[in-house]
């Protein structure tokens, strides 16, 4: 059965570092999405791609986030520099269609120190 | 702005009960609702999507509800098993772009 992946897993960093996580959505989804989850409470998107382009980045803290999906296949999103309150899980997820099934992959769980 | 909200936050149940989890969201005007279950520290699983059009959807021994006038569904979980512990989180769409509004969750604990 297809998969979202993403890696890494788990990433601990000092705040200030550059951090950056990646995802493979599942083949000939042209929708990807990242979202932040922070203990306790529902995802939250962050960005969205229709193929390679940004169609909502309304959430995204652009002053220290990043994300790109230069082929719009795989996506990477970026964090530079990371603060406290960045830890959270980092979700990444892809549809066939915008408005269809949302499928998510295991997330990165993210610890700033 | 749309919010969504589910009660309770926890729920602990004895194996065997069938049990239903709430969801409630702000406004009526949805394209579609979707109902997931995440283990702790994994993704999250899809379970039911409804369309706004349609008033419930079934697999196996889940059934989830949709009213939209009230601002409501609901996910039936019949004859509740130790492997349905969980988190539930529900999550409406308000429209075709795909943006999906979150819950805090349901975290449910069924008890051998």
Redesign the interface.
């Known amino acids: 059965e297809a998969e ?1 992946a ?1 890696s890494p897993r788990y990433k601990i960093t000092e705040k200030s570092q550059a951090v950056a996580f990646w995802c493979d959505p599942i083949s000939g989804h042209a ?1 990807l ?1 990242w979202y932040r989850q922070i203990l ?6 962050l960005v ?1 791609f229709q193929d390679e382009s940004v ?2 980045d309304s959430q995204l803290p652009k002053d220290r986030f990043s994300a790109e999906r230069l082929k719009g296949v795989d996506s990477t999103l970026k964090i530079q520099p990371a603060e406290l309150g960045d830890s959270a ?1 980092y ?1 990444c ?1 892809s ?1 066939f269609l ?10 990165t ?1 993210l610890l700033v120190l | 702005k749309q919010e ?1 909200t589910q009660i309770p936050a926890a729920l602990s149940v004895p194996e065997g009960e069938n049990l239903v989890l709430n969801c409630s969201f702000t406004d009526s005007a949805i ?2 609702l ?1 109902w ?1 279950r995440q283990d702790p ?6 379970l039911l ?1 409804i369309q706004s059009s349609q008033r419930e959807q079934t697999s196996g021994r889940l059934n989830a509800s949709l009213d939209k006038s009230s601002g409501r569904s609901t996910l039936y979980i019949a004859a509740s098993q130790p492997g349905d512990s969980a988190t539930y ?1 529900c ?1 409406v ?1 308000t ?6 509004i ?4 349901t975290t449910l604990q069924v008890k051998p």
């Open positions: 979202v993403q929708t999405y306790g409470q529902g995802p939250e998107l969205q169609v909502d899980m979700l997820a549809s915008r408005a269809e099934t949302q499928y998510f992959g295991p997330g769980r | 969504v394209y579609n979707q997931f520290g994994k993704g999250l699983t899809s999507l989180l999550a769409r429209s075709n772009t795909g943006k999906l979150f819950g805090q969750g």
